[in-house]
């Protein structure tokens, strides 16, 4: 349901038709491996494991196999190829919660706005599915399901069914940029061996001497907390597209 932009890999590009009859089980059996217990369910979770790890630049064939302790070429019974496994990764990794608390306390606000938060948390543990340009899905019972689970939270809102769909596309969307952001602030500062707060003192001086110049009168007057940590400016955006949201709603109640 979440779709990364841009990415070193793209969805959709194995044989499609193939990956369908993985996601949804409806191939022919893969026959036993020569690894006791090998299955294709096992296989996806390695390749999930070392994504997480090591990013998707480490995934391979070759990999999975040796993180497995079988030989590549085993894996061919299970998966056609690397391509047709990132879509069975994407849809597993994507496999919405079955407690129906987690998408808020009913409303449609509620479950937009855990929505929101669940798909920070899911960029957050997989930061591989930022590399992934899914604007093409493979549409698997994970995709689908988490899609039925919101639409049916989100259908009171009163909207069509497109207002309704592009409702979820801009609250991924959203989220997707601020994911983004908070991934790459941890990469520059494992990168560069600075944290943080260490990058920010290195500029204090010349700030500071730039603040004092007169050129910046709106900047210079900003309060000490303005760039501070404890503002939650993903939460913010967020709230403020709801409030969008429920102009929206109300504005049509109104004319019905």
Do not use: C
Not at 128 to 146: C, F, H, I, K, T
Not at 183 to 203: I, P
Not at 215 to 237: I, M, N, Q
Request: aromatic share 6%; charged share 25%; no cysteine.
């Amino acid at each position: 349901m979440s779709s990364g932009t841009g990415g070193t890999e793209t969805s959709g590009s194995g044989d499609i038709a193939r990956t369908l009859d993985l996601l949804w089980d409806t191939g022919p059996r893969a026959s036993r491996g020569p690894k006791p217990g090998l299955t294709l369910d096992r296989v996806v979770e390695t390749a999930v494991e070392v994504a997480d790890r090591d990013g998707l630049g480490a995934l391979s064939m070759r990999r999975i196999a040796t993180e497995l302790g079988t030989g590549a070429m085993s894996l061919y019974r299970y998966v056609p190829g690397k391509a047709e496994l990132l879509d069975l990764m994407l849809d597993r990794v994507q496999r919405p919660s079955r407690n129906p608390a987690d998408l808020g306390d009913g409303g449609w606000r509620g479950a937009l706005e855990a929505l929101g938060h669940a798909t920070l948390a899911l960029y957050r543990r997989h930061p591989w599915l930022m590399e992934v340009n899914q604007s093409r899905p493979v549409l698997g019972p994970s995709a689908l399901d988490g899609m039925e689970k919101v639409l049916s939270r989100i259908k009171p809102m009163g909207l069509s069914d497109p207002e309704l769909v592009s409702v979820i596309i801009l609250i991924d969307g959203y989220v997707v940029g601020a994911a983004r952001t908070q991934l790459y602030q941890e990469h520059a500062e494992r990168s560069s061996g600075l944290t943080d707060a260490q990058f920010w003192e290195a500029q204090r001086p010349a700030l500071e001497k730039a603040m004092k110049s007169g050129r910046y009168p709106v900047l210079a007057g900003l309060s000490e907390d303005t760039f501070g940590p404890g503002f939650d400016h993903f939460d913010f955006g967020l709230q403020r597209i709801l409030d969008g949201l429920e102009v929206l709603v109300a504005g049509r109640r109104t004319t019905e």
